[in-house]
């Protein structure tokens, strides 16, 4: 059973970092394009950054100088870097990643999310 774990929210003050994580487990033939969205309060779900697998890299607007994607293919693991923290990067955070299961199928899987607060 394939699954996504993210790890790593918490709060922060305005100005400080965090780094996000997010593992997949199961057994894949291939992990493909991952990316961050994030849902605030009272707000839609929004796309933050994704990252291929040949590490080809796009952010929102909102996000671009402050957060940076990576990820460890080896490990099937995706990276937030998230500095510069401002209250409206408050929400809950959830990693996505587009899979290739060994039948042959493209399957998409969301993580349970992690909570990232900004306040004082």
């Known amino acids: 059973q394939v699954q996504l774990v993210e790890s790593g929210g918490g709060l922060v003050q305005p100005g400080g970092s965090l780094r996000l994580s997010c593992a997949l487990s199961?057994?894949?033939?291939?992990?493909?394009?991952m990316a961050w969205y994030r849902q605030g309060p009272g707000k839609q779900r929004e796309l933050v950054a994704t990252?291929?697998?040949?590490?080809?890299?796009n952010y929102a607007d909102s996000v671009k100088g402050r957060f940076t994607i990576s990820r460890d293919n080896a490990k099937k693991t995706m990276y937030l870097q998230m500095n510069s923290l401002k209250p409206e990067d408050t929400a809950v955070y959830y990693c996505?990643?587009?899979?290739?299961?060994?039948?042959?199928?493209?399957?998409?899987?969301w993580g349970q999310g992690t909570q990232v607060t900004v306040s004082s």
């Open positions: 996505n990643a587009d899979v290739l299961s060994y039948s042959g199928s493209y399957l998409n899987y």
């Open positions: 199961g057994s894949i033939f291939s992990l493909n394009t």
């Open positions: 990252i291929t697998s040949s590490k080809n890299i």
